[in-house]
C-alpha cells in the first residue's frame, strides 16, 4: 500500500491527500491527482497505480488517524504502513510486513529509524475500539477512521 500527500496551505502541519480514482480494464484503481512533494515543497502531480491484495486473516483492518492530522498509521492483514510530518515538516512513511510472526520494515523514508517504528497494536488488544472513536495509543489521540 502507498499514498501521496500534501500540506494544507493555511496549515503545514495537517496533511490530506487529494486525488480522483478510476477502475481501469484489469481490475486496479488508477489515482490523478496532485500534491506538494515533500522533497521540494513543490505542487507536483501524480499517478498511482492501486490493487487490492488478499487479506490474510480476514479481521484484521485498523485505520487511525492523530488528532493533530499530522499522522496516519493503517493494517491491513499482514502489511502496515504510517506516514505524516514531523515537527520540522518533513514528510516520513514507513511500510512493514509481518514475517515469522514478527513485523519487518520493508520500505523507509530516509528520516525513519526502522528500530524506533512503533507497530499497531493486535486485533485482539483492539477489540474495544470503535470507529470514529478516540483512543489512547503510543502517547497520542487517535480517531479510529476503520476497523474490522
Known amino acids: 500500500m502507498s ?70 498509521q493503517g493494517r491491513v492483514g499482514s ?3 504510517a506516514l505524516g510530518r514531523a515537527q520540522d515538516q518533513s514528510f516520513w512513511a514507513w511500510q512493514a510486513k509481518m514475517e515469522q510472526d514478527k513485523w519487518v520494515v520493508k520500505f523507509s523514508t530516509s528520516n525513519v529509524d526502522d528500530e524506533e517504528v512503533v507497530f499497531l497494536p493486535t486485533y485482539e488488544e483492539t477489540v474495544l475500539w470503535e470507529e470514529s472513536s478516540t483512543v489512547s495509543w503510543a502517547g497520542e489521540k487517535w480517531v479510529v477512521l476503520e476497523r474490522n
Open 3 to 72: 499514498d501521496s500527500l500534501n500540506a494544507q496551505p493555511q496549515n503545514k502541519n495537517i496533511v490530506e491527500d487529494k486525488g480522483l480514482n478510476s477502475t481501469l480494464p484489469d481490475g486496479t484503481t488508477l489515482e490523478v491527482g496532485e500534491m506538494i512533494n515533500p522533497e521540494t515543497g513543490n505542487m507536483t502531480s501524480f499517478e498511482e497505480i492501486w490493487r487490492d491484495e488478499e487479506e490474510i486473516d480476514g479481521t484484521s483492518v485498523l485505520f487511525l488517524k492523530n488528532l493533530s492530522g499530522t499522522a496516519w
Open 79 to 81: 502489511y502496515q504502513m
